[in-house]
């Protein structure tokens, strides 16, 4: 997977990023404190199409030319209620704001210990837009416009269209984001509070994962249910977790990791889809703060 960090104050496999949501790009605006939450981050009703595209400066760029786009497609969304996170990364961040978020730092590669010489690759640019809606001409308009407008400032590094598969299941046909926290949790888990660096802001992890559909079809039901920790068809628990289940390494517990008999920690809210390319690639646009 391609991977970032960014402030929302957003990766190929992993961003980190932080999204702050602001009536227009000046300077005095970024300089007062504005613990305001982007209302998308705390949408969970992404619409049935979603649109990332990674960006960073270019030589030459003008940050005034940016901040113009960015405040012309924030007033375009809302008009046409367009869903929209803007998540910056911790260079471009800078240049606008000193009110930088503790720890806040590019996401790097990382490299499996097993030998196999498999890597998750940190692929970190300085701006991500993210749009989501039922229409998938409407977004795509805002990205084109937007990225006519940074023609000569910035440049893309990748986009991903993604999509609402089935009932929100993943293209292994498992559902997706049965373990995200409960709604009612989003501004504690994702967002930055009140009296700390970055009050009102987001981190974002972003991750783009390849999958192997051809080879995953060919695992018989029960180890497709190992390898999740869950069941494929209503996505109960398993009572025992296999110890390479992806539950018995990512579910963070006060105790043993995976192990559900103590409380939950480090949580994150998460909007994870799917996208397929024209070349056959498909696998899962991972997203979370």
Not at 85 to 109: H, K, N, R
Not at 208 to 230: A, C, I, M, N
Not at 264 to 269: N, P
Request: glycine fraction near 8%.
């Amino acid at each position: 997977p391609s991977q970032i960090s960014m402030f929302s104050r957003v990766a190929s496999a992993g961003v980190a990023a932080f999204r702050r949501p602001v009536t227009a790009f000046t300077p005095s605006l970024w300089a007062r404190s504005m613990a305001t939450v982007q209302p998308a981050v705390l949408n969970r009703d992404m619409g049935r199409n979603q649109w990332y595209v990674h960006l960073s400066r270019t030589e030459g760029a003008d940050l005034n030319v940016i901040k113009k786009v960015i405040s012309d497609l924030r007033a375009d969304c809302s008009k046409k209620g367009v869903n929209l996170v803007v998540g910056f990364g911790p260079t471009l961040l800078a240049d606008i704001t000193s009110d930088m978020p503790a720890d806040f730092q590019p996401y790097e590669t990382f490299k499996s210990t097993d030998g196999s010489g498999r890597e998750a690759k940190g692929t970190q640019e300085e701006l991500l837009l993210w749009v989501n809606h039922d229409q998938k001409d409407l977004i795509w308009k805002a990205m084109y416009d937007a990225r006519r407008g940074l023609e000569g400032h910035m440049s893309v590094a990748r986009e991903t269209p993604t999509f609402i598969y089935g009932e929100s299941l993943d293209m292994t046909g498992f559902i997706d984001g049965t373990g995200n926290p409960p709604e009612e949790k989003d501004v504690e888990v994702a967002v930055v509070p009140e009296g700390e660096p970055g009050a009102g802001g987001s981190f974002i992890i972003a991750q783009r994962w390849v999958h192997d559909l051809t080879s995953w079809e060919k695992l018989p039901l029960e180890e497709q249910e190992g390898v999740f920790g869950r069941t494929k068809k209503d996505s109960t628990r398993l009572d025992v977790q296999p110890a390479h289940s992806h539950l018995s390494h990512v579910e963070l517990r006060e105790g043993k990791t995976g192990d559900d008999s103590t409380p939950k920690r480090d949580e994150m809210s998460r909007r994870s889809t799917p996208y397929a390319f024209h070349d056959g690639t498909v696998g899962l646009y991972f997203m979370a703060f």
